[in-house]
């Protein structure tokens, strides 16, 4: 069968090369969209002077350490509340609040604290503060009231550790977690395609398909798209009283320069997951599409005739004048 849709890669593959290839594909995807792009995370730093009671800290550090969050939370909030501090004591209880209250699942206060971090330390740390505040994000999105706007947020977030750390030790998990965005928005932008195809708005339907194609060719197998896509152009061209097809025509020409196995035979959509009335429908379209091709050529091949015969009479009629 040829085609030039490369099958869905899986993140398990175990050709390096290909999961590399594939990585890069997922990452260049979301680098494209200029809505995923941090442009910076640096802000100047601040001076907070003076030191407190070592033991205190060390409670704080120690309640923190046996993961008793609450209790340390409380204790490096009195710390933070009553005292004037090193920058480098300041910063580690800032980071270690936000840890605390991420570990309570308080995503929101955690996204509070670390964005201090990221505004005031650019110390090695930073790496940390910066995946630990698109995790915030990342596990806020499971609540379905986050679920839009944190998603855009720690792709965001990750595309720009990815870019500035390439050797981070979360890349791993980064490449997970963008995988599976990359596979949700895919999912949604069908959901949508189908809204707007089942509720017969063919044009916004034909569009969103035509988006799927472009983004997602090149890792998944994407006929079904296509066959949306054609249904609904038609659809369109129908409403719009444009029977000669033509750009159904094309897209159709370009459906099957995709899927055709041999001379005879093209991938059966019948094998497709289709419901049976997609299927008996994009198959009354195909043809009609071949009909109007023949009707088309006939049409072509009897003006090309009558061209000829008169060209032929003309000449006989010249001939015969000659002779006259």
Known sequence: MKTNIIKMYSLERNNKKEYINF??????????????????????MINISDNISAEVVSEAEYLFKNKYYKKALINFNKIINKSFLKKELYYNIIKKIALCYFYLKKYDLAINFLKILLKTDNSDSAEENIFNLGMCYYLQSNDYFFFQKNRMKYIKIFLFLRKNYPNSRYLPRIDKILYNAFITLKKKKESIGMYYFNTKKYNSSRIVFKQIINDYQDIFKIQKDYIYMIIS???VEKENKNYSFEETMKLHNTYLQLFLENENHFIYEMNLSLPSKIKKQFQKIEIHLILIKKITQYLLDLDNNNNNNNNNNNNNNNNEFKKI
Do not use: A, E, S
């Open 233 to 235: 152009q038609y659809k």
């Open 23 to 44: 990585k890069n594909i997922i990452y260049n995807f979301f680098l494209k969209k200029k809505k995923f792009i941090i442009m910076n995370m640096n802000h100047p």
